[in-house]
């Protein structure tokens, strides 16, 4: 004879709408307190590191002669045979020549506006496609006790096509993410301003590049998250991710700046600078551009792997902490290896060009890394992603423990008599 029972689970508590309602405001409050001291902290750095000066070298170039950079429209291009540059002279003597260009131009801007001036193209710049009614940039140098102004081709002028293709990227971000996407790109437009109108400037008064760049990210980051994806505990937790990831980024970027002896020599635009005020520190600028480098893969992946979280837990609310950290981990980590390959690869493609460069060259690979040029953006890759692989644990772990605390509760509904186990 056999004997069925059924047995029901125990009947899940009801839950108390006050003391819930406690237990989000406690952490609530503890997040605020994690947050604010660090939101003041930003603002007073901001306010400590503010440039109030000119650069050492405004008044003395008050001498020099006037260098501007009027456009201008191609009328005309006739081309002849020149030497090709930095070219060594063939088997049979004679020097390689390639086809250069001298150019006929009406100026649109400057105070010669109206006038037609004639520049030469070097082959490299004529090989671009230069053809009449193109817009180009000349230089223009004037100086009072040599008569009148003198041009040269100085390059191509973009504004056309890159404000069209901004256009674009705008229309598509919006069409697609709608308000979102609109307030990611007034959150990009805040991010510029302050690069523009405080780091950089801070940089060149001689402030330190760590301090700059971890303040001036920080107040990026405190208005782009809250404005995109709004006041909430899901986005506080991924700012504090993020702002644990920056700071790490900082730390191992001083020390791997410093190990690896970058001076910032490796780079023509930073020697220019080193000239310019005798104030720029170059390793300075340099760490600088590591903890900026990372800023929006941090940003990135801190958000997903909260918001993954918080979808895992409304999924499947009952399930313990310790299951919901390895769930979002397994995210987390099909992100990490997505990332690095895209921070790696993006840096293969800006330094194409000096990679083929050095392949001519044929020398040892080894050498070719330890360069300060490459050398520079390696570390500013490996940097940048040692933080963001930091960040994600801790932002999981910080996720879960407010989504446990705050996240809304799913009841599960009790089996009926014909699902209860049948026990004999």
């Excluded at 009027?70 to 002279?89: F, G, I, W």
């Excluded at 920056?246 to 970027?253: D, E, N, V």
Aim: net charge neutral.
């Amino acid at each position: 004879m056999h004997t069925h029972t059924h047995t029901r689970p125990a009947p899940t508590p009801p839950v108390d709408p006050a003391r819930d309602a406690a237990r989000r405001r406690r952490i609530l409050v503890l997040l605020t307190l994690i947050v604010a001291p660090m939101a003041a902290a930003t603002l007073l750095g901001m306010a400590l590191l503010w440039p109030g000066g000119e650069p050492a070298s405004s008044s003395a170039t008050a001498s020099t002669p006037s260098l501007s950079h009027p456009e201008a429209t191609v009328r005309s291009v006739s081309t002849y045979d020149c030497p090709a540059a930095n070219q060594r002279p063939g088997p049979d003597g004679q020097q390689q020549m390639v086809t250069c260009a001298s150019v006929q131009a009406r100026l649109e801007t400057g105070p010669e506006s109206g006038a037609d001036v004639a520049v030469d193209v070097s082959a490299e710049a004529y090989r671009a496609g230069l053809g009449p009614g193109d817009r180009i940039k000349l230089i223009r140098v004037f100086n009072h006790q040599s008569g009148p102004a003198v041009y040269a081709f100085y390059d191509y002028s973009r504004t056309t096509p890159l404000t069209l293709l901004a256009a674009v990227f705008a229309v598509a971000v919006i069409a697609v993410a709608r308000m979102r996407g609109l307030k990611a790109l007034i959150g990009l437009g805040f991010a510029y301003l302050v690069i523009v109108k405080f780091m950089l400037p801070a940089l060149l008064v001689g402030e330190s590049g760590l301090l700059v760049g971890v303040v001036g990210s920080a107040a990026i980051m405190f208005v782009v998250l809250y404005l995109a994806h709004g006041f909430s505990a899901r986005t506080t937790t991924a700012l504090i991710g993020t702002l644990f990831g920056l700071l790490a980024t900082a730390g191992i970027g001083l020390w791997a700046t410093s190990a690896a002896h970058l001076t910032g020599l490796g780079d023509h635009d930073n020697t220019a600078l080193a000239l310019f005020d005798t104030r720029i520190s170059l390793p300075e600028i340099v760490l600088c551009g590591v903890i900026v480098a990372g800023l929006g893969v941090l940003n990135d992946v801190t958000i997903t792997q909260s918001s993954a979280v918080w979808e895992l837990h409304e999924v499947g609310s009952n399930s313990s902490a310790r299951a919901l950290f390895g769930s979002a981990m397994r995210i987390g980590r099909d992100h990490i290896a997505s990332t690095v390959y895209t921070m790696a690869f993006a840096y293969a493609g800006a330094a194409l060009p000096v990679m083929l460069l050095i392949n001519a060259y044929d020398r040892p690979l080894l050498n070719v890394l330890t360069t300060a040029q490459i050398a520079e953006e390696i570390v500013r890759t490996l940097v940048a992603s040692i933080g963001l692989v930091l960040a994600i644990p801790l932002t999981t772990a910080v996720a879960v423990a407010v989504v446990k605390a705050v996240g809304r509760a799913t009841p599960v509904p009790a089996p009926t008599p014909d699902e209860s186990p049948e026990l004999s």
